[in-house]
C-alpha cells in the first residue's frame, strides 16, 4: 500500500484547505483510511476516517468544519478543510488499515500500518 500526500500550505484563520491522499496497492489492506494530523511536541491525533462503504467518522475538534470524500475507485481521497483555526496548524498524514469498519471519533495510531509522508498545513491569525 503506498500512500502521497499533497495540498497542504499557509492560509489565515478562517480559509480553506483541500488535503488530497494518493492511494494505490493491495485494496483490502486499506479499507480504513483516516486522516491523522500531529502538532508539534504532540502526538498523532485522528481527525477523520472513511471506509470502503464509505461510512464517515469525525474527531469532534473538526466535526462540521472538515469533510473527507473519496473517488468511486478510492485512488484519491480528500480532506476539505474549512473555517480553519490556529490550532489545527500540523503535519497531515494519510492512514490505512484492513479493519472492515473505521469507527468514528478516536483512532489509534498503532492500528495502522500504512502512512503517506505527510502534508504541512499552516494556519495563521
Known amino acids: 500500500v503506498q500512500l502521497v500526500e499533497s495540498g497542504g500550505g499557509s492560509v489565515q484563520a478562517g480559509g480553506s484547505l483541500r488535503l488530497s491522499c494518493a492511494a494505490s496497492?493491495?485494496?483490502?489492506?486499506?479499507?480504513?483510511i483516516v486522516w491523522f494530523r500531529q502538532a508539534p511536541g504532540k502526538g498523532r491525533e485522528g481527525v477523520a476516517s472513511?471506509?470502503?462503504?464509505?461510512?464517515?467518522g469525525y474527531a469532534a475538534s473538526v466535526r462540521g468544519r472538515f469533510t473527507i470524500s473519496q473517488d468511486n475507485d478510492r485512488k484519491f481521497l480528500y480532506l476539505q478543510m474549512n473555517n480553519l483555526r490556529r490550532e489545527d496548524t500540523a503535519m497531515y498524514y494519510c492512514?490505512?488499515?484492513?479493519?472492515?469498519?473505521?469507527?468514528?471519533?478516536?483512532?489509534?495510531?498503532?492500528?495502522?500500518?500504512?502512512w503517506g509522508q505527510g502534508t504541512q498545513v499552516t494556519v495563521s491569525s
Open positions: 492512514a490505512a488499515n484492513s479493519f472492515r469498519r473505521c469507527g468514528d471519533g478516536y483512532w489509534r495510531p498503532s492500528d495502522f500500518p500504512y
Open positions: 496497492g493491495d485494496t483490502n489492506s486499506r479499507n480504513c
Open positions: 472513511i471506509d470502503t462503504d464509505g461510512l464517515k
